[in-house]
């Protein structure tokens, strides 16, 4: 059981059943999101740590950690389960942003994607996925009231919205005035495009960007790309978004990672058809590679004509500038090969 998994009004109901006052609440609360464990506090009593020797504190610890350019880092965390998760810190002009994970492994075993090579292995829980967020915040300077972390990602191994309820308890949780206070204009959640979660998530009143993971304009290419397209079909997706918008006033992004089969003009045609009547915006992605991956990209030449031809009828777009690909940490390459080195 973690701590880290209850909210502050749970947390408040254990340490009063404790037989604590509920005052002592904050001051655990605090070291929670500070991540320290009972050693590195003062302010609590000493017997406090066997009052809790029921729930884990610390979920997670950084095992190893990969430096790349403009300050990347990506962390190789260590679970209690001794399960590994990856995660990226991304600083920016416009702030510094964590990536996460949300699965140990991932089912939807895209083409493209590093993070479902070696199959799904189980959810993390809402705590487990907060942890990456204190950890990080906590080794970088920061603190619970002058975060050194400002925009979260969930686009880590594993898809969000199939571990729905652990990532809509963790959305909650670090939103929340008594926890962390991240903005939820500040989180980004990255699905393939479960159709069922997406409407599902519009009616939470948590207003976080979405970003769908689209990648073809033809239903059957799609399929050999992403799997999960079997059961959910392009037009059905794209309906999903607009309702997600029409609920939440957030503007949908949708990724487009540039391959030989789908950066041809028909695709790029059917994209634009799809698209230009849609308060939307496409992230074009050039293809990172991974080890024993089939599908090709294009040339750089070529994601700028498409970015052209997209800007040119209008839609909104931009060419992801990649950061992260020398240790891989860019999109596409997290798994959890490290440790088999």
Not at 141 to 159: F, H, P, Q
Request: aromatic share 6%; with cysteine.
């Amino acid at each position: 059981m973690n701590l880290l998994d209850l909210n502050y009004e749970q947390l408040k109901e254990v340490v009063v059943k404790k037989g604590l006052p509920a005052y002592r609440a904050d001051q655990i609360m605090d070291m929670l999101l500070c991540y320290k464990d009972w050693s590195e506090v003062s302010n609590l009593p000493k017997n406090t740590s066997s009052l809790f020797s029921d729930y884990c504190i610390l979920p997670l610890e950084i095992i190893n950690e990969f430096k790349g350019g403009n300050g990347v880092v990506k962390f190789l965390y260590k679970l209690q389960d001794n399960h590994l998760i990856e995660g990226v810190y991304l600083p920016n002009n416009y702030g510094n942003t964590i990536c996460v994970s949300t699965q140990v492994g991932c089912k939807m075993r895209c083409a493209f994607c590093a993070s479902g090579k070696d199959g799904f292995m189980r959810n993390l829980t809402s705590g487990e996925i907060l942890a990456q967020v204190l950890l990080v915040n906590k080794i970088m300077g920061g603190t619970s009231k002058n975060r050194a972390i400002s925009n979260v990602v969930l686009m880590g191994s594993g898809e969000p919205l199939d571990n729905y309820d652990h990532v809509v308890s963790f959305l909650k949780n670090i939103s929340a005035k008594r926890g962390l206070n991240l903005s939820l204009r500040n989180i980004t959640i990255s699905t393939c495009g479960l159709v069922k979660q997406i409407n599902k998530l519009a009616k939470e009143g948590l207003n976080v960007t979405l970003t769908i993971s689209l990648h073809s304009t033809d239903d059957e290419k799609r399929k050999k790309l992403m799997p999960i397209a079997s059961a959910n079909k392009i037009i059905d997706i794209i309906a999903a978004a607009d309702n997600y918008y029409k609920s939440t006033g957030r503007r949908v992004s949708y990724e487009y990672a540039l391959t030989e089969e789908n950066s041809d003009n028909s695709s790029v045609e059917k994209l634009i058809e799809l698209l230009n009547d849609k308060n939307a915006h496409v992230n074009l992605i050039r293809l990172n590679e991974i080890e024993g991956q089939e599908v090709r990209g294009v040339s750089e030449r070529r994601s700028i004509e498409i970015l052209d031809r997209l800007n040119n009828f209008g839609i909104s777009a931009t060419l992801r500038r990649s950061l992260g690909s020398e240790v891989e940490g860019a999109c596409g390459q997290l798994k959890n090969h490290f440790a088999k080195k």
